[in-house]
């Protein structure tokens, strides 16, 4: 279990935007604790000791459910949790020194740590689109399941009453620290499997990724223009490339600075992005260079877009420029025919941009037929 909790320890430093790894570090961390009280406890063993060990078991399975939650991008019953722990551990007093039954309180904690994990349920449910989610999901269902039932299971096959005295030397010991053991086996092969899924997303989404503006980069365009599968839906719809370059951009970065320069290109890519939300995809092909792949439209509603993004960068707000200093942008327009490359489209665009430059800048200028 330690060996578990520094490697998905590891993972989660190694990749800190992975916080599913950190919490499934957490959990191993606490079952490590767990493991470890309950080991080495003996008749004479401090009930202050038990109690710390069963936290630590109830801990190991709410960090599961909540790097389960994480990961599915769900909002953790906080209040829910916390109001049914209040109650559990209410009740795990009386029955260690109101109304002392060792049966009763082995059966609450079990029982507990399984109702803990369930919670993991349903984010994956609603989630398992893919084999490792539905793996996830059923290595849960079944520990949760072993948690609540095993204490049942063993009492009806042993039969024999269970006290303080005799716990620790009982065949419930054993037995309950080899299904332990397989559980939290079981669980970190398919959490790790989990996490090493996570993290091929992760870096393949961050190549395909500007880091500074956070759209698409030139590969991940080009992987979008291969991977568009939508049909052409009339006579008069097109696919567009409109291609934009921000006028005199080198004279904002020699004035003011590159680090106002990237605020600029950052304001720039927020607001493209959110005119062509419901039109298409942006991308920064190059330093203060931007791409729109649109979506099938008539080329009036491409020109309108391209238009209307022109328009629209000149009142855009930069605090750290001169009040009189008004970015504006040059836009090139491509129509892609049904054989086109991605490379001749934006080379047609890229044309018309330049046409659009020398004609005076901050227009929009439409690309000759291929």
């Known amino acids: ?13 190694s990749v800190k935007s992975q ?10 961390v606490a079952a490590f604790i767990a493991y470890m009280l309950a080991s080495t406890r003996t008749p004479s063993t401090p009930m202050g000791l038990i109690f710390l060990s069963t936290g630590m078991f109830w ?58 994990l369930s919670l993991s349920l349903w984010p994956l449910w609603k989630a398992g689109t893919k084999l490792i ?36 030397e009982s065949t419930y010991v054993w037995l309950f620290q080899l299904t332990n053991g397989i559980a939290a086996l079981a669980l ?19 190549s395909h990724r500007d880091p500074l503006t956070d759209l698409l980069n ?31 951009f080198k004279q904002i970065n020699d004035q003011y600075g590159h680090a106002v320069g990237d605020k600029v290109l950052q304001r720039i890519a927020d607001t493209a992005m959110d005119l062509c939300q419901e039109y298409g995809q942006v991308a920064r092909t190059g330093g203060e260079e931007f791409a729109v792949l649109t979506k099938w439209m008539p080329v009036e509603t ?34 892609l025919s049904d054989t086109d490359s991605l490379h001749a489209g934006m080379d047609r665009a890229d044309k018309a941009l330049y046409h659009a430059k020398q004609n005076g800048r901050n227009q929009v200028a439409l690309a000759k037929a291929a």
């Not at 877009?305 to 491509?334: K, M, W």
């Open 302 to 335: 491409a020109q309108f877009l391209a238009q209307n993004i022109c328009d629209s960068l000149r009142f855009v707000v930069h605090p750290e420029l001169d009040s009189n200093h008004q970015v504006t942008a040059s836009f090139g327009l491509a129509i």
């Open 1 to 13: 279990m330690a060996l578990f909790a520094l490697v998905f320890g590891v993972l989660h430093f």
């Open 218 to 248: 030139r590969r991940g365009l080009k992987g979008l223009f291969a991977a568009r599968t939508d049909e052409k839906q009339g006579a008069i719809f097109v696919r567009t490339i409109i291609l934009f370059d921000i006028d005199h």
């Open 19 to 28: 916080k599913f790894s950190g919490w499934v570090g957490l959990a191993y």
């Open 188 to 206: 970190a092969i398919v959490l790790l499997v989990a996490a090493g899924h996570d993290m091929v997303l992760h870096f393949h989404a961050q």
């Open 59 to 116: 801990i190991f399975s709410l960090a599961i459910s909540r790097a389960i939650y994480i990961r599915c991008n769900a909002t953790f019953p906080v209040k829910l949790v916390g109001f049914g722990l209040a109650i559990a551990a209410v009740y795990l007093i009386w029955l260690s020194f109101v109304a002392p039954d060792i049966y009763a309180r082995t059966l609450l904690v079990n029982g507990g740590a399984g109702l803990l």
């Open 133 to 168: 989610d539905g793996a996830l999901f059923g290595v849960v269902a079944t520990v949760a399941a072993t948690f609540v039932i095993r204490v049942v299971a063993i009492n009806i096959v042993l039969g024999h009453p269970l006290t303080e005295q005799s716990y620790t």
